[in-house]
Structures are given as C-alpha cells and as structure tokens.
C-alpha cells in the first residue's frame, strides 16, 4: 500500500474536520502569540517577564501549568525554566496559574498522527510539527499522554532564557554597560567589576521593556539543575499536611454537599423521596440535578448520611445490562462493518503459510480509583463563580463549569489544586460542574462538594473492556506473518460526547500500544474494529496500550514457546529498532535472565508506547499461601533524562498500577450497575505483595519523551508469562486471580 494511502486509511485522532480547521487560520494566526495570562492579575506585585516567569520582592516564581497529580511534574517543568533562568532550585518557588490559551499543550496531538514514534523521516516529522498548528487553535491545556515534558521541554527552557536575556537587557540599561559584558549567576546579574544585582531589583524594567530576541539555550555540558536528580517541590508541603487540595479549601460559612448520581450510567433520574433525608441532623438542603440529586449539609458526613437515604426512581440503562453481554457484544464487532481501521498493513498475511497459531486475548472494565475521590469547592457571588479543583483540563473546566453556571467563561476563576492522583480520570470536567451547579444554586454561600467512595468508583469513566484476536504463522522458528486484531469501544467517542469537541475519522486508541510496535515481521497487519458504545470511556493510565500491551506481549511470548525459543532473545532477534533491543539487553542484565532458580521462573514483556520502549521482567515464585511477586525489574529509554530519580518513581508507580490491575482490577456490571462499589471490591496490591522494583533508564539521544504512562503496558504480560514459565498454565484473559491463587 502507498504511503499516503495508508495515511488516508489511518485517519487522525482529532479528526480531519480539526485539522483543516487549524490549518485555515494561516501562518501569521499560528505565530501570534496568545496575550500574557499573568498580566493583569499582576497588579503591582512585580515583574510578568513571560507567561512562565514572575519575579518580584518575594523571589522567582515558575508557572507550571501542568496538573501535579505525584508525577513530581512540577519539579522538572521548574527545573526547564530555572536552568536557563540561572536560579538556585532553593530559590524557586513554583504556581500552577491559571486556565489560559497560553499554555495550550502543543504535544498532545502528536500521539495521533498516522506514523509510529520510531519513524524518523521527513514526511513524519512534518506532519508531528504540523499537529503543534490545530493544538495552538484548539488550546487545549491539558496534562496528559505523557506529552507534559515533550510540550515543555523547548518552550520552558526558551522561557527562562529570554527572561534571562530580559534581565540583562535591564541592567544593562540601568548601568550603561554593554550586554555582552554582563553576566547572570544564582538569580542576579553580574558586572565586571562583580558587582551584583538581584533579580527582583530589575524586575519590573524587564517586564515593562520589549522582550528580546530569544538566544540560545544552553548546552547540555553546561547544565546545572537538568539531568540531575532534584529535590521535588511538592514534597514537603505533603509532608507537612500543608498542601492544599481541594478538600482542604475552608471559606466563611461555606457548606458541605455530597452527590447522588443514578447508578445507571448516563440515565435520567424520574424522581424521588427525600422526606427522610431532609429531617437527618445537619441537612440543609435537597438540590435536584440533571440524573441525581445534591445533598447540602453542616458537614460531608452529614451530607453522605443524608444521600443513602434517599428513595429513587432511576431509570433503566441505556447500555447492556451486564458484562457478560457487553463481552459478547465485543466479540460479535469483529465484522467487516464494524472496522475502524487498518492501522498497519505490510507484506501480505494472506501468503503465510507456516505453522499456524491462534489465539483471543481479554481484559474487563477497570476504574481509575484515585486515592482522592472527586471533589471540588465552587462559590458564585456577584455573577461571578470560584472553583478549587484538582483538575487535568483547567480550561475544559472552565468552560463547562460556566455553561453549568449561567455564566460566561471569562466570569469563572478556576484554582487548580494539587491532587491525589488523576490517571486521566481528572481530565473530565463532570466533579467541576456538578460542583457549579450547586454553587448557582447556593448563591453567595461557598460549597465544598465532596463525592463518596462508592459515587466515585461507580460513577468514573472507564478503561473499557477489550478483545484481542491474534492469528501468526511461523516459519523455523521466526515469525512469518502476524496478523493482530483488536476490538473495543471508542473512548474518543463518549469523550466527544461529554466535553462537545466534534471528531472524525477513526480512534486511534483503538490499536494504541500495538500498530507501532517495531518487530520486523515481513508480513504485519493491525486492525482496529469499534465495538457498539456502552459505558461512560475515558483515558486510563497508558490508554489503549494499557490492553493492546498485554495481548500483543502475550502472543509474541507465546510464538517464542511454540518456537522452542528464549522468549527474551526471540524479541530481541525480531525487533528492528536499537533501542528496543537495549532495554531488552539491559533489563536482561539486571535480573539475571537465564540464571537457574530453583521454585522461580521469570517472564519478560516489552512494549513501545508514547515513544518510550520499555522491557519488563518479573520474577514469580510458589509459596504454601500462593504465588508471590519476588523480582521486578524495568529498562526505559527516554531520550534525555531530565530527572533520574523521578523517572525511576514514575516507572515504579506505573507498574505497581499495571500489576495491581492485571492481578486484581475488574469492574463488572450487573442489572446496569457497577458491582465494585469500593476499595475492598477492587483492591490494589499491598506493599508487603510487592518486591523491590529496580529500573534502568537509558538515554539513546532521540526526541525527548514524558514517563507517566509508558511502565504500565508490560506489567500485566510480564507477570502473565513468567506465571506461565512458573506454571504451565497460560492465562489469556484478566484479572489473574481468576486464574491462580496469589499470597
């Protein structure tokens, strides 16, 4: 097939109507530089050199308008600026900012163009580029993807230097001096004579004088913050209870609510009897909402009590009943009808003709169960609404939560909080405008709305259910053909649905995690098909890589067995891609691979997804209470590292996340309701189930890549196939607890 034939066949995740959007707006639109969001909040409190930098009396703050969810996401985006800005880390002080079309995250549609992230040519880059043009127009500020750190990584790094510049151009101003004589060191600008004079002093003259031209950036030999491992910022506010997220927001006279949603999902609510509910101690108030009801009380618990007591009438769901009918569904979409897209076609699958394997993968729904359920705190006073909220979307929420108010956008304040982690759950909008619409019915009195852990972990949008299909043949031992299939609802399209953002074209999430993956089997075929909407979908950590990387994993580890091979080295011997095969290498040293020992085996998996290749092995053993976790280990390659160590928590994270859901994770439905109402129903692993986990992060050079995201894929088919090498037993379907007994 043609190249632009394949393109045309892979469509975009944004949808063509969006790009051809973007692209109408010309040159000069797209070069325009959206209006300083600090400005006229800055009053006189000092110098708004760049969106991204405020220096005043106080010191240098970085604005960092990424959501901090644990990521540490702060830390580094701070550490961009403050290294060309040349700051002490101990001086700078870090804000989030607010809801502006300046800090739209340029990177967030890369992940959707139709070429795979080890495709370096021209026609590649051009149109990964070219993406940065919808993305400016669409200013879509949004921490997600793993895209914060290659959105931030030019641009932060451009705001500190032309704020540095900035600087110097002022005390060369007030000096007479020439620039070129002056120098910057720890947060002051040096005369020859070595003389200094602090940032906070030329503030204001930078910031009142054209910016200049922006210079170079530092060489990375001339780093000093970048590259190393540094304090995170977050860490001793959270140590100290003094982090403020949005449940700890305190106002005068403000009230606590709670909300009441029907369980079955997206249905109307046809009416209900809350007379027992309203003389409860402490309860205010009943407000009716769109499918549910609010409760307003003295306190949370109060408005918790209040809520159970309420007799609905809720009206059925729009969506099979149960997941027995769901998965059937799924498994009826594989039909020419209900293809979404080829995402990859090379050679010929129908000209295999070695020996055959057959094979159907599957996964259930999984809930994103952040620690923090959702919550927000609203307040609307003179036509004008406040909300405190920990959010991935700040300009999402704002929008949304003034239609849900009555208001305009530009009469809506949106603090972003920090957060108990978000995993995609908190780039919906839906906690922010049930939390407005209680505000506009409490006018003038503050409300701090607090969601149950059951409302929280039956009303989410979930990671959906899945199927793959996986046909290959093989030929002396190598892989002939591969023909994968996959099969799942469209996240894009309940998403669209929800945040009213038009789409077209197929969901690339579909085959996230598979179509890209570099093995360079001659004949290769990816198709996606889209299984009929059921559910509320969103973004789950790593997204369709999260089931893609599981189905796609356990077919090459099983290919390996078939073949009488070494599972690790058949991968390495069919990838085409360096690095791929170094994290293979490398994750191989660390644990050991090919060590006898005895009443342990290991399994490896290894998955390319947002652009980082990542290998896993897992380390298994039989004990008398069942089977343990004893090993992990992890190799990444993420470009530049920026941050060592929080790369290697971030890894660490996303595999416990990835193994606790691949042991244990499942939502299931029953009469149109979720049945896991809770941390018991879907239960993580503890940490006394968890080994050390040792990563390795490499640096081949290549284009930076963020590290949110890319640990989860390979947990669920590493843990899969070193039970298998442990058992016999092969599981191609999760949870694995259905499978095998664990300690």
């Known amino acids: 097939m043609s190249r632009i034939g394949t393109i045309a066949r892979r469509s975009f995740l944004i949808g063509s109507a969006a790009v051809l959007g973007g692209v109408a707006f010309g040159t000069w ?11 006229d909040s800055a009053g006189d409190k000092g110098g708004v050199i760049t969106p991204y930098v405020v220096i005043d009396q106080t010191g240098v703050t970085i604005i960092t308008p990424r959501a901090e969810m644990g990521q540490g996401i702060h830390s ?17 002080q870090v804000m989030h900012g607010p809801p502006a079309k300046a800090y739209y995250n340029a990177a967030m549609l890369e992940e959707g163009v139709p070429f795979a992230p080890t495709d370096d040519s021209w026609l590649a880059r051009t149109m990964r580029h ?75 003259a930078a910031a009142a004088a054209d910016l200049p031209d922006m210079p170079p950036l530092k060489a990375r030999a001339d780093w000093t913050l970048l590259g190393k491992s540094l304090p995170r910022v977050d860490i001793p506010a959270k140590s100290t209870g003094t982090a403020l997220f949005a449940g700890d927001v305190r106002l005068p006279g403000m009230r606590f609510a709670t909300v009441k949603m029907n369980p079955h999902l997206g249905a109307a609510m046809n009416g209900y009897d809350a007379s027992a509910a309203e003389t409860m101690p402490g309860v205010e108030r009943i407000i009716p909402l769109t499918g549910g009801v609010a409760v307003v009380a003295a306190t949370t618990w109060h408005a918790i009590q209040a809520a159970e007591a309420i007799d609905f009438d809720w009206a059925p769901a729009p969506y099979p009943a149960s997941s027995a009918e769901m998965r059937d569904q799924i498994a009826q979409s594989f039909t020419p009808e209900r293809l979404d897209a080829v995402m990859r076609e090379d050679g010929d699958i129908t000209t295999a003709t070695g020996e055959v394997f057959e094979a159907d993968y599957h996964v259930p729904h999984l809930a994103h169960a952040t620690m923090e359920p959702m919550q927000a705190a609203a307040h609307l006073v003179d036509g004008k609404l406040t909300l405190w909220v920990g959010t991935q979307a700040p300009g999402l929420v704002q929008q949304h939560a003034a239609k849900a108010a009555g208001l ?3 009469a809506v304040d949106v603090h972003t909080t920090v957060m108990g982690g978000g995993f995609g759950r908190r780039a919906e909008v839906d906690a922010s405008v049930l939390a407005a619409q209680v505000a506009r019915a409490m006018a003038g009195t503050p409300v701090l709305v607090t969601w149950s852990r059951e409302e929280d972990m039956t009303h989410d949008m979930y990671r959906p259910m899945a199927t793959g299909r996986v046909r290959a043949t093989l030929t002396a031992g190598k892989v002939e053909s591969f023909d994968f299939s996959t099969c799942a609802p469209s996240i894009m399209e309940t998403m669209a ?60 580890d099983e290919l390996a067995h078939l073949a009488g091979a070494d599972p690790l080295g ?27 020992r005895p009443g342990r085996a290991l399994g490896v998996a290894y998955c390319l997804s947002f652009g980082v290749p990542t290998a896993q092995v897992i380390e298994v053993e039989q004990t008398e209470a069942g089977i ?76 930076i890549r963020g590290i949110g995201e890319p640990g989860t894929p390979p ?18 379907s999760l949870p694995l607890s259905k499978t095998f007994s664990f300690a």
């Open 570 to 596: 058949f991968r390495r011997d069919h990838l085409i891609h360096d690095p791929s095969r170094a994290v293979l290498d490398a994750v191989a040293q660390m644990s050991g691979w090919g060590t006898p």
């Open 130 to 204: 070219a993406m940065a043009v919808p993305a400016k127009f669409l200013a879509l500020q949004i921490t997600g993807g793993s895209t914060s750190i290659p959105d931030g990584y030019e641009k932060m790094r451009a705001a500190g230097a032309v704020a540095r510049a900035a600087l110097v151009q002022a005390a060369a101003a007030r000096t007479g001096l020439p620039a070129d004589d002056l120098r910057t060191e720890t947060g002051a600008v040096v005369t020859p004579d070595g003389t200094r004079i602090p940032y906070a002093d030329l503030a204001e």
């Open 408 to 410: 305009e956008t530009e």
């Open 29 to 39: 639109r797209f070069l325009t530089p959206y209006p300083n969001p600090l400005q």
């Open 497 to 556: 649905e929800r945040i009213g953002i038009p789409l077209a074209g197929p969901d690339s999430t579909i085959a996230q995690g598979a179509w890209e993956q570099p093995y360079g089997f001659a004949n290769y075929r990816v198709s996606a098909y889209r299984a009929p909407k059921t559910v509320p979908l969103g973004f789950w950590r790593s997204v369709g890589a999260s089931q893609n990387g599981f189905f796609h994993d356990c077919a090459i």
């Open 628 to 703: 343990r976790i004893t090993g992990a280990w992890a190799a990444v390659d993420v470009g530049v590292a920026l941050d060592p160590r929080n790369i290697e928590a971030q890894v660490s994270g996303a595999m416990v996340f990835g193994l606790s859901a691949a042991v244990r994770g499942e939502i299931t439905f029953a009469q149109g309701r979720v049945e896991q109402p809770n941390y018991w129903d879907y239960e993580p692993l503890r940490i006394n189930q968890l080994p050390d986990i040792q990563v390795q992060v490499l640096e081949s050079g290549g284009p």
């Open 715 to 732: 947990a669920a088919p590493a843990l899969a196939n070193a039970l298998f090498a442990l058992t016999g037993t092969r599981a191609r």
């Open 76 to 92: 580094t985006l701070a550490a961009l600026v403050a290294e060309e800005l040349d700051v002490p880390w101990d001086q700078v």
